[in-house]
């Protein structure tokens, strides 16, 4: 008896404790898995300077657009701008937050490992099952000083859906009317030809065992595991080999209004590397529903501010590319646009 | 002798509750599935059961070439498993039965049902798929290395400790006298255990190849490592398939859109469907058996 009520009240003091200690701000965030090492590093430095904690769980960016719908979580992160259904489909009107950049690189399996040039639209033909083989003349033309095998093109693609593969196929539907037309753009497609390996180190793991294997990974993943890949072509004719830097120059183009409507895919920017693009934080405009406290949303703001500003600093370790200086202005201007019963906070 | 009368009541009470929880349970994952499927079933239409395209950009979404490669890589899995499980079940049945290599035997066809799915697949990874590649070059098949076969194999593998293990104690149940007499009458010991264990043990050997094909059919992590992943209507063993649960455990977790997640839980709900029927129709053939043998 004596032993129960000692447990009973055991039970109530450390309740009591942990609702006396939930008084320090906690922010919970979804997402997209491109980000999550660099948002792990750029979450664990703020709750060390300012100690605001934020817990993010890298569900993919579909995750991450349907929690924020769900208002389970207070942002979410996605790879892909939300298309036009599925804003109108959300409960109120969505904000888009670009942090960091990232680039997509073809990387394939070749003896030797020669460093290969190509075109978007050789790319998207290849991936269409077209050009089957190594030899074929459109890559020998792109690679004269190569000794490319008479083997097949093994095409490795993404079996689960992903904002990777949502930026690679924008780029392929840009660069070709026939992709655009047979697949389309999305973060799961209906491909035409290869096989499917789960997540980026899933296709990193499989080019890299298939004897003429060809697949896109993140630039990380390829940096990371010593793989070559492919220089493209960009929309000025350039020549450019994926880069921090030639991803941040992707959007040294004029800067709209509308962060979300600047694609960084095939950009004019002449030094810009062609597979490019944003990750964004989501969230909704008016941050007064479901009885939040304002102190939260204040400091989720201040937190998403330091993030485009001084955070950026850890992005070129981890091996992200940085929001060039006209993009964080205008995200700057997102962030002031966030309302509280209709009043902008920051 | 009140406390005797109230505990057996009781405790009759408390078995009757967790056979219909059990029955409920069942039910209920039914209707769940069926009630978050209602905007798939209302989009696709009986078309889902025969097309052949899945293509989450278009929002067309059939289920043809994932119940194929089910039913494909689960077949050969159970052929190769049950003709390994057969041949182990006779050797630890019959032969090893006791001492020390019998129990090393035994013990390491139990721990083969230990091993996690994900460990399985990590094997698959490394060993099969080259080795399936080294066999594929000399087919002249595309040397993808990945594919329903290596699925297949890997398969195979997994389901082998439950056929094997029941397979084992229906052998060993087999009345001595029995094989005494059919020895006696002259009998070779492989015309023995061809005509008389075999057939005597037939029954229950059955309810153990189909408790593996249950596992086959729901087996998801170790097949999406190896299967190759493509969503294209496929009988070719050598090239890539995917398989309904590979399928879920890919797509779930990034699929936005209502049709598109309903279409991903009518495949649980046809999976689910498929292995009830599945198991239905061996429990008919094990009872025939049974009455035949």
């Not at chain 2, 013990?107 to 460990?119: D, H, Q």
């Not at chain 2, 309904?244 to 990034?254: K, T, V, Y």
């Given at each position: 008896?004596?032993?129960?009520?000692?447990?009973?009240?055991?039970?109530?003091?450390?309740?009591?404790?942990?609702?006396?200690?939930?008084?320090?701000?906690?922010?919970?965030?979804?997402?997209?898995?491109?980000?999550?090492?660099?948002?792990?590093?750029?979450?664990?430095?703020?709750?060390?300077?300012?100690?605001?904690?934020?817990?993010?769980?890298?569900?993919?960016?579909?995750?991450?657009?349907?929690?924020?719908?769900?208002?389970?979580?207070?942002?979410?992160?996605?790879?892909?701008?939300?298309?036009?259904?599925?804003?109108?489909?959300?409960?109120?009107?969505?904000?888009?937050?670009?942090?960091?950049?990232?680039?997509?690189?073809?990387?394939?399996?070749?003896?030797?490992?020669?460093?290969?040039?190509?075109?978007?639209?050789?790319?998207?033909?290849?991936?269409?099952g077209k050009v089957k083989k190594w030899n074929d003349s459109r890559i020998t033309d792109l690679n004269p000083s190569v000794k490319l095998p008479g083997t097949a093109i093994t095409v490795v693609h993404r079996s689960d859906g992903s904002g990777t593969t949502g930026v690679f196929s924008d780029y392929l539907s840009k660069v070709s009317d026939e992709w655009k037309q047979k697949v389309?753009?999305?973060?799961?497609?209906?491909?035409?030809?290869?096989?499917?390996?789960?997540?980026?180190?899933?296709?990193?793991?499989?080019?890299?065992?298939?004897?003429?294997?060809?697949?896109?990974?993140?630039?990380?993943?390829?940096?990371?595991?010593?793989?070559?890949?492919?220089?493209?072509?960009?929309?000025?004719?350039?020549?450019?080999?994926?880069?921090?830097?030639?991803?941040?120059?992707?959007?040294?183009?004029?800067?709209?209004?509308?962060?979300?409507?600047?694609?960084?895919?095939?950009?004019?920017?002449?030094?810009?590397?062609?597979?490019?693009?944003?990750?964004?934080?989501?969230?909704?405009?008016?941050?007064?529903?479901?009885?939040?406290?304002?102190?939260?949303?204040?400091?989720?703001?201040?937190?998403?501010?330091?993030?485009?500003?001084?955070?950026?600093?850890y992005a070129e370790p981890l091996s992200y590319a940085v929001l060039p200086a006209a993009v964080v202005a205008k995200a700057d201007a997102v962030i002031k646009s966030v309302t509280f019963n209709g009043k902008p906070l920051m | 002798m009140r406390s005797a009368r109230f505990s057996d009541s009781t405790f009759r009470t408390v078995l009757y509750l967790g056979g219909i929880a059990v029955?409920?349970?069942?039910?209920?994952?039914?209707?769940?599935?069926?009630?978050?499927?209602?905007?798939?079933?209302?989009?696709?239409?009986?078309?889902?059961?025969?097309?052949?395209?899945?293509?989450?950009?278009?929002?067309?979404?059939?289920?043809?070439?994932?119940?194929?490669?089910?039913?494909?890589?689960?077949?050969?899995?159970?052929?190769?498993?049950?003709?390994?499980?057969?041949?182990?079940?006779?050797?630890?049945?019959?032969?090893?039965?006791?001492?020390?290599?019998?129990?090393?035997?035994?013990?390491?066809?139990?721990?083969?049902?230990?091993?996690?799915?994900?460990?399985?697949?990590?094997?698959?990874?490394?060993?099969?798929?080259?080795?399936?590649?080294?066999?594929?070059?000399?087919?002249?098949?595309?040397?993808?290395?990945?594919?329903?076969?290596?699925?297949?194999?890997?398969?195979?593998?997994?389901?082998?400790?439950?056929?094997?293990?029941?397979?084992?104690?229906?052998?060993?149940?087999?009345?001595?006298?029995?094989?005494?007499?059919?020895?006696?009458?002259?009998a070779t010991p492989s015309e023995t255990i061809w005509r008389v264990t075999l057939p005597y043990a037939r029954s229950g050997m059955m309810g153990g190849i189909l408790l593996s094909l249950g596992r086959a059919l729901g087996e998801t992590m170790a097949v999406t490592m190896v299967i190759g992943n493509a969503n294209d209507l496929s009988l070719n063993p050598l090239g890539p398939g995917?398989?309904?649960?590979?399928?879920?455990?890919?797509?779930?977790?990034?699929?936005?859109?209502?049709?598109?997640?309903?279409?991903?839980?009518?495949?649980?709900?046809?999976?689910?469907?498929?292995?009830?029927?599945?198991?239905?129709?061996?429990?008919?053939?094990?009872?025939?058996?049974?009455?035949?043998?």
């Open positions: 008896m004596k032993l129960s009520r000692i447990s009973v009240i055991a039970l109530i003091l450390s309740l009591a404790a942990g609702l006396g200690f939930s008084q320090s701000v906690e922010l919970v965030g979804a997402g997209a898995t491109f980000p999550a090492p660099i948002y792990s590093k750029l979450f664990d430095q703020y709750a060390k300077e300012f100690g605001v904690k934020v817990n993010y769980q890298a569900i993919g960016s579909g995750g991450g657009q349907s929690q924020l719908k769900n208002k389970t979580v207070d942002f979410g992160a996605t790879d892909v701008v939300m298309t036009e259904k599925d804003l109108a489909g959300a409960p109120a009107p969505i904000l888009h937050i670009p942090t960091v950049a990232g680039a997509v690189v073809i990387t394939y399996n070749l003896p030797g490992n020669p460093e290969l040039k190509l075109t978007g639209d050789v790319v998207a033909d290849v991936f269409l389309g753009t999305g973060t799961a497609l209906s491909w035409p030809a290869g096989v499917g390996a789960k997540g980026n180190p899933g296709v990193a793991g499989l080019v890299k065992q298939l004897p003429g294997g060809f697949g896109y990974v993140e630039l990380i993943y390829a940096l990371q595991n010593s793989m070559p890949f492919a220089q493209m072509k960009n929309k000025s004719g350039n020549w450019i080999k994926a880069s921090l830097a030639s991803t941040s120059a992707a959007a040294n183009v004029a800067v709209p209004d509308d962060v979300t409507k600047l694609s960084t895919t095939n950009s004019d920017a002449p030094d810009g590397y062609p597979i490019a693009s944003f990750t964004w934080l989501i969230l909704y405009k008016e941050q007064n529903y479901d009885n939040r406290p304002q102190a939260k949303v204040q400091a989720m703001l201040k937190m998403i501010s330091w993030m485009i500003h001084d955070g950026q600093k | 029955s409920v349970l069942l039910i209920a994952i039914f209707f769940s599935l069926l009630l978050s499927s209602r905007p798939a079933l209302a989009a696709n239409g009986f078309r889902f059961l025969t097309g052949t395209e899945w293509n989450p950009v278009t929002g067309s979404f059939h289920a043809l070439p994932f119940v194929v490669g089910t039913l494909l890589t689960s077949l050969i899995a159970l052929v190769i498993a049950t003709i390994l499980s057969i041949a182990l079940s006779i050797l630890m049945g019959e032969y090893f039965r006791t001492g020390p290599f019998a129990s090393v035997m035994r013990t390491a066809v139990e721990l083969l049902a230990g091993i996690p799915s994900v460990v399985y697949g990590f094997i698959g990874v490394f060993f099969l798929v080259p080795a399936m590649r080294s066999v594929q070059i000399l087919l002249g098949a595309p040397p993808f290395g990945v594919g329903m076969l290596t699925a297949a194999v890997l398969l195979a593998f997994m389901i082998l400790p439950y056929s094997a293990s029941i397979g084992r104690e229906m052998i060993s149940l087999v009345p001595a006298d029995l094989k005494e007499a059919a020895l006696s009458l002259g995917n398989t309904m649960a590979s399928l879920i455990a890919n797509e779930f977790s990034e699929a936005a859109g209502t049709v598109y997640l309903a279409s991903l839980i009518e495949i649980a709900l046809l999976l689910f469907v498929i292995s009830t029927l599945i198991n239905i129709a061996g429990k008919i053939v094990v009872n025939r058996m049974a009455q035949g043998g």
